[in-house]
């Protein structure tokens, strides 16, 4: 396989970069702990999987082009990025459990971003489609073979998007562990819900 190295460094960089997928499994992580991301945080990869086949396709190259499709795709990116915002600033504290509360993992799954709500965001997120193309056409890892090469360079992007998203939702979760002060921790929820914006912001044209 040639230009791998290539290949993970950039992935790495373009799949781990602060974005709204990233900054919002942060977000979860420090809202509703480790545990309480993980569903997210599969719906965010297995999104990705999706974005990835279809870039590879080009059909969403196809799709995006038909009159009136990308504002429609970027408005609905918008609205939801700014729902799972609210969300976030608005999620209890994990400090703010009374004594004798269950621990975060264990309590309900109400409010907790979803598998469901990972997955439309990573279709929705105009960043993914366009790391995904840059990786997809920038490098070749199998010559002469078009369906190894996709192959092998959708199973790289898969491990990296993966690892990349456990350490962010792993760095949140640190968040709330170092700040069990209810104050803090709202603190620390609305700093990432700003944050979140402000990364769909520099995505959205103007």
Same mark, same amino acid.
């Not at 082009?65 to 939801?80: D, E, I, Q």
């Not at 799972?84 to 703010?96: D, Q």
């Not at 996709?150 to 456990?166: D, P, Y």
């Not at 792993?170 to 990432?192: K, W, Y």
């Given at each position: 396989?040639?230009g791998l190295l ?5 992935g ?7 974005g709204?997928?990233?900054l ?7 809202a509703?702990?480790?545990?309480? $991301?993980?569903?997210? +945080? ?7 999987? !999706?974005? /990835? &086949?279809?870039?590879?396709? *080009?059909? %969403? ?6 009159p009136?499709?990308t ?8 609205l ?8 976030i ?17 264990a309590r309900?799954?109400a409010?907790?971003?979803?598998f469901a $709500?990972?997955?439309? +965001? ?7 489609? !366009?790391? /995904? &193309?840059?990786?997809?056409s *920038?490098? %070749?890892?199998?010559k ?11 199973s790289?992007?898969?491990a990296?998007?993966?690892?990349v ?15 069990r ?12 819900a ?5 990364s ?7």
């Amino acid at each position: 396989m040639e230009g791998l190295l290539g290949f993970v460094l950039a992935g790495l960089a373009l799949a781990g970069s602060p974005g709204p997928a990233t900054l919002s499994l942060a977000a979860a992580g420090a809202a509703f702990g480790a545990r309480g $991301g993980l569903g997210y +945080l599969a719906g965010i990869v297995a999104g990705m999987v !999706a974005v /990835m &086949a279809v870039t590879a396709s *080009g059909v %969403v190259g196809v799709l995006l082009a038909a009159p009136g499709a990308t504002p429609v795709v970027t408005a609905a990116a918008a609205l939801y990025f700014a729902w799972l915002a609210l969300r976030i600033a608005t999620a209890p504290p994990l400090g703010a459990s009374p004594p004798g509360a269950p621990p975060p993992a264990a309590r309900p799954a109400a409010g907790r971003p979803s598998f469901a $709500g990972g997955l439309f +965001l990573s279709l929705v997120n105009p960043k993914g489609y !366009a790391a /995904m &193309a840059a990786l997809f056409s *920038g490098f %070749v890892l199998v010559k002469g073979h078009l369906a190894l090469d996709a192959a092998a360079k959708g199973s790289v992007l898969a491990a990296i998007i993966t690892a990349v998203s456990l350490a962010w939702l792993l760095a949140g979760a640190a968040l709330t562990r170092l700040f069990r002060d209810p104050a803090a921790g709202r603190a620390i929820n609305v700093a990432f819900a700003l944050l979140l914006l402000a990364s769909v912001a520099v995505l959205l044209p103007f």
